[in-house]
């Protein structure tokens, strides 16, 4: 059974870091592209970022583009989102989801973030 | 950016036949997907490419179009279906619409 689990999350002042984490099991982690999803509370979702196999690609839209940064370590079936200089509008719950042919087949169950002071 | 536009609610009796709608700002050719996001869950996949049925999900889910017009289709609903719905397209980088809630009527 395809497993992702996110940690990591909890409450942030604005322009400070955090990083979250995303354990995955029941597939070979290393065949997929990995990705995030967010969603603002009581929004939509937006996707946040998505990574190839090896590690070597990565992307990103306007919104986060240099200041988050998706990683993964395949030893470790793990994939991780660091967050930088964090805003308000960052304040969401993150998910991780795993990427097949454009749509996303398998989602965590989410980890809540939220920026305020 | 590809922009999805959704109707924001629909009401439907059960045992009857929903039908929400999305159109992209540009073709996302067959690049469209739809989900289910019940309350305080994570979304699910029920179509992909436009009209192709995730593993597991029920018959009664299906999906059409291409380019700019898409379709998503509840026959027959089922209490357990209320929840919000999302397309998704896939054709330049990915953007969600901004989700369906269906009640019931």
């Known amino acids: 059974e395809v497993q992702l689990v996110e940690s990591g999350g909890g409450l942030v002042q604005p322009g400070r870091s955090l990083k979250l984490s995303c354990a995955a099991s029941g597939f070979t982690f290393s065949n997929y592209y990995m990705a995030w999803v967010r969603q603002a509370p009581k929004k939509g979702l937006e996707w946040v970022a998505t990574?190839?196999?090896?590690?070597?690609?990565?992307y990103y839209p306007d919104s986060v583009k240099g200041r988050f940064t998706i990683s993964r370590d395949n030893a470790k079936s793990s994939l991780y989102l660091q967050m930088n200089s964090l805003k308000s509008e960052d304040t969401a719950t993150y998910y991780c989801?795993?990427?097949?042919?454009?749509?996303?087949?398998?989602w965590g169950q989410g980890v809540m973030v939220t920026v305020s002071s | 950016d590809i922009v999805l536009t959704q109707s924001p609610a629909l009401a439907v009796s059960l045992g009857q036949r929903a039908t929400i709608s999305c159109r992209a700002s540009?073709?996302?050719?067959?690049?469209m997907h739809w989900y289910q996001q019940k309350s305080g869950q994570q979304p699910k996949l029920l179509i992909y490419g436009a009209s192709n049925l995730a593993s597991g999900v029920p018959a009664r889910f299906s999906g059409s179009g291409s380019g700019t017009d898409f379709t998503f289709t509840i026959d027959p609903v089922e209490a357990d279906d209320i929840a919000t719905y999302y397309c998704?397209?896939?054709?330049?980088?990915?953007?969600f619409g901004a989700g369906t809630k269906l009640e019931l009527k």
């Open positions: 540009e073709s996302v050719r067959s690049s």
């Open positions: 989801a795993r990427p097949v042919t454009g749509s996303f087949d398998y």
């Open positions: 998704q397209q896939s054709r330049n980088d990915h953007t």
């Open positions: 990574i190839s196999t090896s590690g070597s690609r990565t």
